[in-house]
C-alpha cells in the first residue's frame, strides 16, 4: 500500500531553488511532477509557461451553482545554505521526532500538499468536490513573484474566483488554529558602495581616499536611530495604526517574549521603542540589512583597500505603505547620506505590498469555523510578519480576498538550516482542506 507520505517526500526531493539558475531544470521537473500527479486525480492541468519558471494550474468541472475556490501555492524553494549546518541532507528528507526535515518541507511544499492530499482523499471518496476548485502552484513566489500578476492580468477570466485560500503562514503554537488576516509586504535593494578603480595596497594607499567597507558600515549606520526606529524620513507617514481590537486579540495570546527570545537565541529583545515584540514584527515596518560585505573574506589578513562594498537591505511594510514610494524615500535618503570620497550604485530589487483583510466577513468566518472543527477550541486571530507577494494582486485584479490559513509552527525554521514539518501538521492540513472545501461551498 501507499504510504500516505510518499508524494511529499517524493516532492520534497527536487531541489527546486528558484533564485539559483544552476537549479532550472530542477524547478523545471517539480512542475512536471506535479502535472502529472494532479492529472491522476483527474483534474484537467495545464503548464503554463512564463518568462521565468512555469505555473502549474489545475481544476475540476466548473458549474455555475457551486462556488469557487482558488488555492494557491508555491514549490520553489530558498536556497539551503549554510550546508554545513543540515544535520541531514537538505533534499533528503529525514523523519526524526515526528518531523519532516527537508528544505521546503513547510515552505511551502508541506502545506500544499496537504490540500492536494486532502483534494485527493475527497475526489477518492465522494467523487467530486463541493466547489469550483483553481488549484494553483507558481515556482517563483521566494524571488518575489515576478511574473504571476502579469499571469492573473492575461488570464483573469479563466481565474475568476470568490475567495482564494493558502497555507504559508504560521500557527501561534503546535495544535491552535490559526487565521492569518494581514502580512507584511517587501521592498529590496541593493547597493554598492564604490571607491577607487582597483584595489588598493591600504600601507601604500591607506589615508589618502575612503575605504568603500568603512563608508557602507557608515552608510548603513544611518539607517536606524540609536533606538531602533527607522531614520528614513517619511518612512511611517503612510503607517495604519494598530487597532485595539487587534491588540487585545494578540494580548489575549499571552506574552510571546520569552519564546521570541527562545526561537531566535539573540541575548535580548531589540526594536522600535513603544510597541510589543509581536506588533514590531506583525504591523510595523522595519529596515533590514540582509548582506554586507567587500574586501578580503579569506584566511589570515589581507592589507587591502576593496575598490567597492556592497550592501544588501529589504523593508518589510505594512498597510498602507507603498513599496514603490519607499524605494524612492530609501534611495533619496541614502543618496543624502552617501559618505566622502565614494559613490553609490543602487539597485531595486522586487516588491510586493502588505495585505490586510476583514477576518469577520463572510469567508473570514468560514474559514474560521473549519480551523474550530479541524483543531477544536479557540480559533487565533493574527497578522504576520513575513510576505507573500502576490496576496494583494489578487485582490486588485480578481477581486477576491485571501484566506491565510497557515501550518508552520515557531520552530519549523523557514529559510534556515533544518527547515521541518511537523508530520502531524500534514495530517491536520489535510482535515482542514477538507472542512474548509464544505465550509465555504455552504
Ligand atoms: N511562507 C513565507 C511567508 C511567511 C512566512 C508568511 C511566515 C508568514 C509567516 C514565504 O514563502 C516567504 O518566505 N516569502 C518571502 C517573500 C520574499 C522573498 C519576496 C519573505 O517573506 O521573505
Ligand atoms: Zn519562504
Known amino acids: 500500500m501507499q504510504n500516505e507520505l510518499d508524494d511529499l517526500l517524493t516532492v520534497l526531493r527536487f531541489p527546486s531553488v528558484s533564485t539559483d539558475k544552476t537549479h532550472d531544470n530542477d524547478v523545471r521537473a517539480c512542475a ?3 502535472a502529472r500527479k494532479l492529472q491522476s486525480l483527474k483534474l484537467n492541468v495545464q503548464i503554463h509557461e512564463t518568462p521565468g519558471h512555469p505555473v502549474v494550474v489545475a481544476r475540476n ?18 536556497p539551503p545554505d549554510p550546508l554545513g549546518e543540515w544535520k541531514s541532507p537538505p533534499f533528503e528528507p529525514a523523519i526524526r521526532d515526528g518531523r519532516i526535515f527537508c528544505r521546503g518541507a513547510t515552505d511551502n511544499k508541506g502545506q500544499f500538499m496537504a490540500h492536494l492530499r486532502g483534494i485527493e482523499q475527497t475526489l477518492a471518496e465522494d467523487g467530486d468536490l463541493p466547489v469550483n476548485l483553481i488549484f494553483l502552484i507558481e515556482g517563483e513566489e521566494e524571488i518575489g513573484s515576478p511574473h504571476l500578476r502579469p499571469f492573473l492580468e492575461k488570464h483573469r477570466d479563466a481565474l475568476r474566483c470568490d475567495v482564494v485560500a493558502i497555507s504559508d503562514t504560521g500557527m501561534v503554537a503546535r495544535g491552535v488554529g490559526t487565521f492569518t488576516y494581514g502580512i507584511r509586504g517587501i ?17 601604500i594607499f591607506g589615508g589618502a581616499v575612503a575605504n568603500p567597507a568603512t563608508m557602507a558600515a557608515r552608510l548603513a549606520a544611518t539607517l ?18 494598530i487597532q485595539d481590537w487587534e491588540r487585545e486579540a494578540w494580548n489575549a495570546l499571552g506574552d ?8 531566535t537565541g539573540a541575548p535580548a529583545l531589540f526594536g522600535e521603542p513603544g510597541f510589543h515584540e509581536r506588533e514590531r514584527r506583525w504591523a510595523r515596518p522595519t529596515a533590514e540589512i540582509n548582506g554586507i560585505g567587500g574586501g578580503y573574506q579569506g584566511p589570515g589578513s589581507k592589507t587591502v583597500i576593496p575598490r567597492e562594498a556592497m550592501m544588501k537591505l529589504s523593508f518589510r511594510l505594512v498597510p498602507a505603505q507603498n513599496p514603490d514610494s519607499i524605494l524612492d524615500l530609501a534611495e533619496a535618503h541614502l543618496r543624502r547620506h552617501t559618505p566622502p570620497g565614494v559613490t553609490l550604485e543602487i539597485t531595486r530589487g522586487h516588491t510586493g505590498p502588505s495585505y490586510v483583510m476583514d477576518p469577520h466577513s463572510p469567508a473570514g468566518k468560514a474559514a474560521q469555523r473549519a480551523l474550530k472543527q479541524t483543531f477544536g477550541g479557540h480559533v487565533a486571530l493574527i497578522r504576520e510578519g513575513g510576505s507573500i507577494p502576490i496576496v494583494q494582486a489578487f485582490k486588485e485584479v480578481l477581486g477576491v480576498d485571501t484566506l491565510l490559513l497557515g501550518l508552520a509552527l515557531p520552530d ?12 502531524q501538521c500534514y495530517h491536520d492540513g489535510v482535515r482542514l482542506n477538507r472542512a474548509l472545501l464544505k465550509e465555504l461551498a455552504g
Request: charged share 25%; hydrophobic share 35%.
Open 187 to 203: 521592498a529590496c535593494m541593493e547597493v554598492k558602495v564604490k571607491g577607487p578603480s582597483i584595489d588598493l595596497h591600504s600601507g
Open 256 to 263: 510571546s517574549t520569552p519564546e521570541t527570545l527562545q526561537l
Open 412 to 423: 519549523s525554521q523557514l529559510h534556515a538550516p533544518n527547515e521541518n514539518f511537523v508530520i
Open 224 to 241: 536606524h536611530d540609536d533606538q531602533g526606529r527607522v531614520a528614513v524620513a517619511g518612512f511611517y507617514d503612510d503607517v495604519l495604526p
Open 61 to 78: 468541472e466548473h458549474r455555475a451553482d457551486r462556488r469557487t475556490v482558488l488555492i494557491y501555492g508555491h514549490y520553489d524553494v530558498q
Open 32 to 34: 512536471d511532477w506535479l
